[in-house]
Nanobody, 114 residues
Framework: QVQLVETGGGLVQAGDSLRLSCAASGFVFRDYDMGWHRQAPGKEREFVASISWNAGNTRYADPVKGRFIISRDNAKNTVYLQMNSLKPDDTAVYYC???????WGQGTLVTVSS
């Protein structure tokens, strides 16, 4: 079955960097656009970034533009989110997803202290 497993979350200080990974299985990864979303405490889940199947197109939410970079390695069935210049407002559970299959990972918690 379709499975997405996020790793790489943790506790960091403002200004630090983290790289999240999402390992995919159960579908032909290279055929699907992938995305990252996040849900902060007490807030709704929101879009963070997406990448097309061949990495030719990327899109970012305004709050993360210029700081986050989404990438993928189709040979490894993995999508990444490089997060730089982290802010306390980036604190959230980060989810990997492929909307076409309505598949979501279990999430990984990122906490940014001030």
């Amino acid at each position: 079955q379709v499975q997405l497993v996020e790793t790489g979350g943790g506790l960091v200080q403002a200004g630090d960097s983290l790289r999240l990974s999402c390992a995919a299985s159960g579908f032909v990864f290279r055929d699907y656009d992938m995305g990252w979303h996040r849900q902060a405490p007490g807030k709704e889940r929101e879009f963070v970034a997406s990448i097309s199947w061949n990495a030719g197109n990327t899109r970012y939410a305004d709050p993360v533009k210029g700081r986050f970079i989404i990438s993928r390695d189709n040979a490894k069935n993995t999508v990444y989110l490089q997060m730089n210049s982290l802010k306390p407002d980036d604190t959230a559970v980060y989810y990997c997803a492929t909307r076409a299959l309505n598949a979501w990972g279990q999430g990984t918690l990122v906490t940014v202290s001030s």
